[in-house]
């Protein structure tokens, strides 16, 4: 018996990270409406700017987590088949679920490889580093645009990518339904 997949649990990760993705730069206006930001020299924080940098790292650990999670689980269920499983092949259904968000889900900045959902769950898995991009509103409030920066070696090669978190998830979401026969499948496989 495999892992037990709670598809379920993935759906709400995958629907949160593309609430949050979505969020950042309305929270961040909207906190600037009522929390301090005067300055009285310019050596000192705000009460604003203390805020808005913990709802970040609390962003960042979030978004971090349920990426992780969502990309393990989504490879334990692609691994599960193998490219001929399906008359159009596996991977078809990797680039329709891409195409759904518009057939964009991030940047390779470093490295010569097509950053497919596949690819792109190997690097999450495999990132020995990772952050946030923030931006900053008028008046210097800093928000996160959605954005994600990867890096990590494979066969001693350096490669970066940038991920658009909300198509991504978006996309993965996708490709989950477009498999639900083979998602129940697989899970009546790995019933005790």
């Known amino acids: 018996m495999g892992h ?4 379920g ?15 950042s730069q309305e929270n961040a206006k909207w906190k600037s409406s009522y929390l301090k930001s ?28 349920y990426m992780i999670e ?3 689980k989504t490879r334990i269920f692609q691994d599960h088949f193998t490219e001929d499983h399906f008359e159009c092949g596996f991977s078809s ?10 057939g964009d889900i991030g940047n390779v900045l470093n490295g010569s490889f097509t950053l497919s959902l596949r690819e792109s769950c190997n690097k999450i898995i495999h990132a020995k580093k990772f ?7 008028n008046l210097n409030i800093p928000y996160w645009n959605g954005l994600c920066h990867l890096t990590g070696t494979f066969q001693k090669k350096e490669w970066k990518i940038e991920l658009d978190v909300r198509n991504w998830a ?14 129940s499948e697989f899970w009546n496989n790995n019933e005790s």
């Not at 649990?9 to 969020?23: G, H």
């Not at 978006?170 to 998602?183: D, F, M, P, V």
């Open 9 to 23: 649990n993935l759906e709400e990760k995958l629907f949160l990270i593309q609430q949050l993705s979505s969020a």
């Open 131 to 137: 952050y946030l991009i923030k931006e900053n509103e």
């Open 93 to 102: 259904f990797d680039k329709d679920a891409i195409d759904s968000v518009g």
């Open 38 to 65: 005067n300055k009285e020299e310019d050596w000192q924080v705000t009460e604003l700017q203390i805020e808005l940098e913990d709802d970040l790292a609390l962003t960042e650990t979030l978004i971090s987590s």
């Open 170 to 183: 978006a996309a993965i979401n996708y490709y989950h339904s477009s498999l639900q026969e083979e998602r």
């Open 4 to 7: 037990p997949i709670d598809f």
């Open 70 to 72: 969502c990309a393990v």
